[in-house]
């Protein structure tokens, strides 16, 4: 397949590279960027693990097409902290004990966000509404609902950091 | 335990957290090295066919394939590949002889059983590569059932035993006389249950990578919940001295069992040996519903004989276990589900326990979290309901009549050091409401209902097991220290545990501890995760290597102090004389001027300790479940759970509880919702996605109440137990048990579909016309 050339925006910076035009986004990342936070759970879009958010929306980077990512800005896991201060989804994750295997915890952080993006002051309901499609093994989501909770009230009280 | 402690028992943030938030931690699949290849396997299509010949030679060709291999390429050993090795199999009474699989097959066994690998420089590459393997195969008639797969005219899946059973097996803990025990009883009740093939389903695929070093060692990034036994498995099939296989364990996404035997390493390895290159086999989620080893599953007849008092009089099991297409892990399950069963909570003078273990043309059954426990109590746990309504006693009460005392034999032979499963059942009884709510009941068409399921298991697997691990701590001149072990994390929160006992022996902070961790060339021979053990063991381990490490700091403290270390104590990073706090000196201080002597007498202060399993400390639990069923649709809906859970002192209440929570969830699965189809006409798994596997996303848990019972067990670290195991062992039991409360039909096949329940009441519609409308 022919190569060609596409440019990026992903966590504020600017990428050029050659690829593949039929490489999903999850691969780009992963492959391509060294961005291994983003995670190969099923790549057939069934357990959320790739979620990343692609001009604000969470978006299932292995159904993606690398390509339709340029023009758009995207934001993983990795861009989520500022250099040591994690973000209050992250510092949440962490005191709630919503992390255990990890795995599909950028996932699961990264649909959070968009869900307090947009709405800072989610019910329970809405907040598992928003997680529905993030599978988790290990922690029975209890911890996870709590952490997503704790972060709107964080954001809330002006700890954002955008 | 007089001293207050400071950071054992406190909630904190597990020390790995952080980075799993950033998405810096690396698992297998994130690792990259130079020249690494992707290494991919040819699985046969088919149940069970003869492999007449394999061509590989237009695979070869293709450019960027660098090799091909089949059995005829590697070394041709047989070995349990789902275990560590023959150990768990002899305890059991099988031999190394029944050792009945290689890496690569010479005869297909199952959907998914891997016939051909190939190494390649890219993921596309290897993938057409697989497509151009030719094999001839000859398709045999396959069998999946166990009751089929035992009959003279079931086909014969290895050449080495008949009717397909690997093993038959009476329990050593079979005891007394059941025919008499039967007699003296008042009641007797019997049922027979089946279980499933329940999938691990970690959200992290199998992966692996394997590389040779220009000296000839192996090295495998592995996840394997037991990198020692693993690093001896796998030197066996190279036929390499153990010296020289190196296994490093980067975090893993979930284990549950599914990693507790070696699957995608054996693939790289045996690349890795052809190629000079490193490999890496990533499986795609498909072939880990197809190719990894799921849980065993039971098709078993429970007995149980009661005087009209409630007093156990006799259990007498028939089992017939379903293996797969080889032996992996099924013994070790059936004798963890023996054990349970006769064995258990209950106290009873007359048992026995038979079992068939039997080979089918599924997927091998391995390890799966309780592995045998959670089998064992959906058929015990419901007959003791069968049992209390007939006996006109108090399903809560029957139990507590019968429950062992500290002191007896848990069902390893060890008795018992600590017991606090009364106390379970009463706080979780008056928790729920049992009184008020186990009599009503309403004749809407959602009927609700509570039941109680208890469980206990084993906490490490001594003495039927290997069951030691070893801790290294060695400290840092600036008072910090090196936990050098395998915590092998996972997901227990192994590293936060072991680090709050560290630091709390040590009297320092959580931060002062860093965690090196996950390689057989540098740690202590650890047993690895198995059996709720970790804690426990290797919790003790590390108690006292911190110990140690504790008496030589003391020691030339005690020295520069100008005092005797017996005067000694340590608390936030100091060393101070007890009775005069103020004279004191930091941890810094002395390892400081240990390290960097100039008095012939410089030591970096460090200890060991290899701690060996030798008491029974068992953790216990009572679950209590509020169902609502939709008597329209069939639809069990869990408005409740309570989980009163014995587990000793917990060192980080948060982990115990996340544990607790996942494995709730996975027992709900395991219940209600995770149903493995096998197609009659083809022997694949049809349900080999998150998509028609259905593991409880966030919309199907309900309120999960936790009432932790703290009784200090004797033995284990700050008197700890172990529990990883026991939330997904009596939550389908006690989620049965409501059904039958709310609506007095009985499902005694998992999983509960809301088909089953539509059947169970047409079905008991029939039975009783004029009684349609009551319980």
């Known amino acids: 397949m022919q190569k060609q050339t596409a440019k990026f925006l992903i966590n504020g910076k600017s990428y050029e590279l050659v690829i593949e035009p039929n490489i999903t986004l999850l691969e780009l990342l992963r492959e391509e960027l060294g961005l291994t936070g983003t995670k190969y759970g099923c790549g057939i879009g069934q357990c959320g693990s790739c979620t990343v958010l692609v001009d604000c929306k969470p978006t299932l980077s292995c159904l993606t097409l690398a390509v339709t990512g340029q023009n758009r800005s995207i934001l993983t896991i990795e861009g989520l902290s500022e250099g040591n201060i994690l973000h209050p989804i992250q510092k949440a994750f962490v005191d709630h004990g919503a992390i255990q295997c990890g795995f599909c915890t950028p996932g699961m952080i990264m649909t959070a966000k968009a869900l307090l993006d947009k709405n800072y002051l989610p019910t329970k309901e809405e907040v598992k509404v928003a997680l529905s499609g993030n599978l988790c093994r290990c922690t029975g989501y209890v911890k996870i609902i709590d952490a ?3 972060a709107a009230e964080m954001i809330r009280k002006g700890d954002k950091l955008e | 335990m007089s001293r207050e402690l400071s950071v054992v028992g406190k909630r904190l943030p597990r020390v790995d957290a952080v980075e799993k938030a950033t998405g810096i931690a690396n698992f297998t699949g994130d690792i990259k090295l130079p020249n690494l290849l992707v290494g991919k396997v040819l699985r046969s299509p088919y149940p069970h066919a003869k492999i007449v010949k394999i061509d590989t030679s237009k695979a070869k060709d293709l450019p960027g394939v660098e090799t091909v291999i089949t059995l005829q390429d590697i070394v041709p050993r047989k070995a349990f590949l789902g275990s560590y090795g023959e150990l768990p199999i002899i305890a059991y009474g099988a031999q190394p002889h029944l050792a009945d699989q290689y890496i690569l097959t010479n ?18 590459v290897a993938r057409e590569a697989l497509g151009l393997i030719e ?93 020692h036994p693993a690093r001896r498995q796998l030197a066996y099939l190279l036929d390499l001295p153990v010296g020289k296989v190196r296994v490093i364990t980067p975090f893993v996404g979930g284990s549950f069992g599914g990693r507790n035997g070696l699957n995608p390493e054996l ?48 259990i007498r099991i028939k089992a017939l276990v379903n293996s797969g297409a080889y032996l992996c ?164 929160g192994m590293w936060g545990t072991s680090a709050q006992i560290a630091a709390e022996e040590l009297g320092i902070n959580i931060e002062d501890v860093h965690i090196t961790y996950g390689d057989t060339d540098t740690t202590m021979f650890d047993i690895g995760s198995i059996a709720s053990g970790k804690s426990y063991i290797f919790g003790n381990a590390v108690k006292g290597a911190a110990r140690e490490v504790k008496r030589q700091l003391l020691e030339r403290a005690a020295k520069m102090l100008g005092t005797s270390p ?122 080999d996605s998150f998509e028609t596997y259905k593991i409880p996303s966030v919309l199907d848990m309900p309120e999960v109440e936790i009432i932790p019972v703290e009784e200090p067990d004797p033995i284990g670290p700050y008197g700890n137990k172990g529990v990883g195991e026991s939330a997904s062992v009596a939550m389908a039991p006690a989620i049965a048990n409501g059904v039958y409360d709310a609506i007095g039909v009985r499902v005694t096949e998992l999983p509960i579909t809301p088909e089953k329940v539509i059947a169970a009441l047409e079905a008991k519609q029939k039975r009783k016309p004029e009684q349609s409308n009551t319980r």
Not at chain 2, 273 to 296: G, I, L, M, Q
Not at chain 2, 601 to 616: F, M, N, R, V
Not at chain 2, 643 to 649: E, L, P, Q, S
Not at chain 2, 653 to 679: D, F, H, K, R
Request: hydrophobic letters at 40%; glycine letters at 8%; proline letters at 4%.
């Open chain 2, 107 to 124: 005869k297909a066994r199952f959907v998914g059983d891997p016939i051909a690998a190939v190494a390649a420089t890219s993921e596309s």
């Open chain 2, 267 to 314: 693939i790289a390895v045996a690349l890795a040996k052809v190629v000079s290159r490193p490999v890496k086999v990533e499986y795609t989620k498909e072939e880990d519903f197809h190719a990894v080893n799921n849980r065993s599953a039971f098709v078993y007849t429970a007995k149980l004989g009661f005087k009209k008092d409630g007093r156990l009089t006799a």
């Open chain 2, 329 to 492: 892990r099924t013994t070790t399950a059936t004798s963890v589900f023996m054990g349970n069963c006769l064995e258990g909570a209950y106290r009873c003078p007359n048992k026995l326990g038979e079992a068939n273990i039997v080979y089918t043309n599924l997927t091998p059954s391995g390890s799966c979290r309780g592995m045998g426990n959670p089998e064992a109590m959906w058929g015990i746990e419901q007959l003791v309901d069968i049992a209390a309504e007939k006996l006109g006693i108090d399903a809560v009460e029957l139990r507590l009549k019968n429950l062992k005392e500290i002191g007896e034999p848990s069902y390893v032979g060890l008795p018992i050091e600590s017991l606090a499963l009364r106390d379970c059942i009463k706080l979780g009884a008056e928790k729920i409401g049992w009184s008020e709510k186990r009599v009503k009941k309403s004749k809407e068409t959602k009927r609700r209902g509570i039941g109680v399921a208890i469980m206990t298991h084993n906490c490490g697997a001594q003495p039927i097991l290997v069951a030691h691990s070893g801790a290294y701590i060695k400290l840092n001149e600036d008072g910090s220290i090196n936990l050098i072990a395998h915590p092998d994390e996972a997901g227990t």
């Open chain 2, 135 to 227: 094999v001839q195969y000859e398709k045999l008639p396959a069998v999946y059932d166990v009751e089929e797969a035992i009959k003279p005219d079931a086909p014969k899946i290895h050449d080495h035993c008949d009717n397909n059973i690997a093993m038959h097996w009476i329990s050593p803990l079979s005891k007394g006389d059941v025919e008499r025990g039967f007699k003296e009883a008042d009641c007797i009740v019997e049922e027979t249950f089946r279980t499933t093939k329940q999938v691990h389903c970690h959200i992290e695929p199998a992966a692996a990578i394997a590389s040779f070093d220009v000296l000839g060692r192996l090295i495998v990034w592995s996840q394997c919940q037991q990198p």
């Open chain 2, 566 to 687: 017996y005067d000694l104590d340590i608390k936030d990073r100091r060393i101070y004389v007890k009775v005069a706090p103020k004279k004191a000196i930091s941890i810094a201080e002395v390892a400081h001027d240990a390290i960097y002597d100039l008095n012939m007498e410089g030591i970096d202060i460090a200890g060991t300790c290899s701690y060996q399993g030798t008491t029974a400390s068992p953790p216990n639990q009572a679950v209590f479940a509020e169902v609502e069923i939709d008597l329209e649709i069939g639809r069990v809906n869990i408005l409740r759970l309570v989980i009163a859970n014995d587990c000793g002192i917990m060192i980080n209440p948060m982990t115990v509880e996340g544990q607790l929570e996942g494995g709730a969830a996975m027992g709900i699965g395991y219940c209600l919702y995770e149903n493995p189809i096998i197609s009659k006409e083809t022997g694949k798994l049809i349900t």
């Open chain 1, 148 to 150: 997503v909770l704790a």
